[in-house]
Structures are given as structure tokens and as C-alpha cells.
């Protein structure tokens, strides 16, 4: 098992190298979905889980990005002692005349470390088909008859694949996992079939995800759950979240999140004297029933952009499944 362990170690290790395009997906409220970063996180709760996120960013920003997952994880009938996690999620991002959608499949292999299985190692590798769409309709022209401004809505398929690491117990969590593997491979054309011409699009660049947190208890009606996220590209500065939420009564979770960036590698690309693009959120998600969750988070900016849009608006809903089984079972609350 320890070499199993370690080959998958330097498979993550050898997979974190440098790639250029642009920053990944943003949202908010991973914190109560962590199968968005990390493929590894499938099958976490233990019973069917449907998650559904739409974002709203920068309102009134022309061409601002608009962003919508939905996915669904659990454990298979057939897992023996739990062991194995399925996770599927599709995405859709549009972003000015640029649009991306991807459907992914996710494989975790959760290795239990003490009898009970409420401490686990789980390895997870997603597999993912792309689009990457240049919609010419979205476009303002100088010259509204150039004949090589796209018409209407041409696109073209990636395949893709991501792997992580996750590791949990009832209090505690730590995870890495790296997206978009292939992105350095893949060039980020879109051809126009019949014609001699071809079109640009920015390609997700691959990403490295860092996340780790834990769960105070204060008294039997307050707990406290903070948390900290670093996403790395090797090309643009480090971000990092830093969260911190309140848990009340098991029912109603406030918190907020701040973001902001560090020049943590060194980076003969990176133009100097680049300003910190900050922001923080304020969340609240509410538990409606023993299987409903609704949350709603506002993220301001605290840069130069700040004065030019309204804020971002996100609302996530999250259903959860009992699993069918033969008798009974003690599940640890599941708050990560």
C-alpha cells in the first residue's frame, strides 16, 4: 500500500509543471463543494450529493463572466466498505464573445485509516471533454463586413484530466490536486471547416490547488470552521482565499472569504509592479431540512475594478440522497 501511495505521490509531483492561458473558473462557495477543485473529494459525504452553483460576476461590467456547474458524487452500491467514489459535474462559462463547457467524470479510491473509516486518504483522477467556443455574434466590429469576423458561433472539443489528493477526519482536512493536465499539449485553435482561417480562444491553463482546513468547537450551539485555499499557474502571482465561517446551531453557516495574491515564486514572465487585484465575499448558507442546503455569497473587489461594476452575485442549492443499504450505519457529520 505505502508504495502504491508513493507512486501516486510522484505522479501528482511530476504532473505540477508550467503552462500558460488563463486563470481558472472562480467560485466562492467551493468551500461547500470541494469535488469543483479536486477530484479526489467524490463520494465525501457518503450519500448521494447534487450540487447546483451560478455565478454572476462583476454585474454591469460589459462582458463580465457568467458561470454555472452543476454535479452530483457519491458511493456505488457496489463499494466494498466504501472505498470507492463517483463524482460527474459539468461547467459552463461565458466570458465576452468566449464561451467553455466541459462535462467530467470522477474516480476516488478512499482508503480508510482507522476501523471506524472516518479518517481517509482518497486518490481521485477526473477525465474531461472540453468546448471551447468564439461566438462572432457577441462581437463589436470596426468593420462590421470584415470577412474574417466569425459568424455566428464556431467552436472545437479538448479532452482533459485531472488528478488529486484528499485527506480527512472528522475535524481536519488537507488536500492538493492539479487541473487541467493536458492544457500544455493542446493547442488553443478553433478551425473554421472549408475555410483558410482559424481563430483564437484562451485555453485554461493548468492549476495547482492547495487546500486545507478544520472544525472548532466553541459550545454545543457555535462552531467554528476555518480555512485556507492556495491556486498556483507558475505564470500569474499566487492567489490565496483565506475563510473563515460559524456554524449555529447546526443549522445556518456566516462567513466570509478574502482573496488576494502573493509573489511567491519567482517569475521572469510576470510583468513587476503588478497591483493586487483583492476582493472579499460575505456568505450565508441555510440547512432547509436534513437534506437541503441553500447558500448565496456577494463578493465585492477592493482594486481599481471595484468602481466600474457592482459586485459579483453567487447562489449554490445542494441536495442530498440517503444511500440505500442493508442495516444501519454511523456517518460522521460532514462539514467540509
Do not use: C
Not at 454535479?71 to 457496489?78: E, H, M, Y
Not at 495574491?261 to 487585484?277: E, I, M, T, Y
Request: proline content about 5%.
Amino acid at each position: 500500500m505505502r508504495n502504491k501511495i508513493s507512486l501516486l505521490l510522484l505522479f501528482f509531483a511530476g504532473a505540477v509543471l508550467p503552462a500558460a492561458a488563463q486563470q481558472e473558473v472562480q467560485f466562492s462557495q467551493y468551500v461547500f463543494n470541494g469535488l469543483a477543485v479536486n477530484p479526489a473529494y467524490a463520494g465525501y459525504r457518503g450519500d448521494g450529493y447534487l450540487n447546483a452553483t451560478f455565478r454572476k460576476q462583476w454585474v454591469d461590467f460589459p462582458g463580465a463572466p457568467t458561470t454555472g456547474i452543476i454535479s452530483f458524487d457519491g458511493l456505488p452500491a457496489w463499494a466494498d466498505k466504501e472505498k470507492v467514489g463517483l463524482g460527474i459535474q459539468a461547467l459552463w462559462d461565458k466570458s465576452g464573445p468566449q464561451e467553455y463547457m466541459s462535462v467530467s467524470g470522477a474516480y476516488a479510491y478512499r482508503i480508510p485509516l482507522n476501523e471506524s473509516g472516518s479518517r481517509r486518504l482518497n486518490l481521485g483522477l477526473a477525465v474531461s471533454v472540453a468546448q471551447y467556443a468564439v461566438t462572432g455574434n457577441a462581437l463589436q466590429l470596426t468593420d462590421p463586413n470584415d470577412p474574417y469576423a466569425p459568424t455566428g458561433k464556431i467552436s472545437t472539443f479538448k479532452p482533459d484530466a485531472s488528478f488529486g489528493i484528499y485527506y480527512y477526519t472528522p475535524a481536519f482536512y488537507a488536500g492538493a490536486s492539479v487541473l487541467q493536465l493536458f492544457s500544455q499539449t493542446l493547442d488553443n485553435s478553433v478551425h473554421v471547416a472549408g475555410h483558410d482561417r482559424e481563430y483564437m480562444v484562451i485555453k485554461r491553463t493548468r492549476h495547482v490547488y492547495f487546500t486545507t482546513g478544520g472544525m472548532i468547537n466553541i459550545d454545543e450551539h457555535l462552531k467554528l470552521k476555518p480555512s485556507i485555499m492556495i491556486k498556483e499557474d507558475f505564470h500569474g502571482p499566487t492567489n490565496f482565499d483565506l475563510n473563515l465561517f460559524a456554524l449555529v446551531s447546526d443549522k445556518i453557516w456566516i462567513g466570509g472569504s478574502y482573496r488576494s495574491s502573493v509573489p511567491l515564486l519567482k517569475k521572469p514572465d510576470l510583468q513587476s509592479g503588478l497591483k493586487r487585484a483583492n476582493a472579499a465575499s460575505a456568505m450565508v448558507e441555510y440547512f432547509a431540512g436534513d437534506r437541503m442546503r441553500i447558500g448565496y455569497s456577494y463578493d465585492f473587489a477592493l482594486s481599481g475594478i471595484a468602481s466600474h461594476q457592482t459586485g459579483s452575485h453567487e447562489i449554490s442549492i445542494g441536495l442530498l440522497f440517503p444511500r440505500k443499504q442493508n442495516g444501519e450505519r454511523v456517518v460522521s457529520p460532514r462539514y467540509f
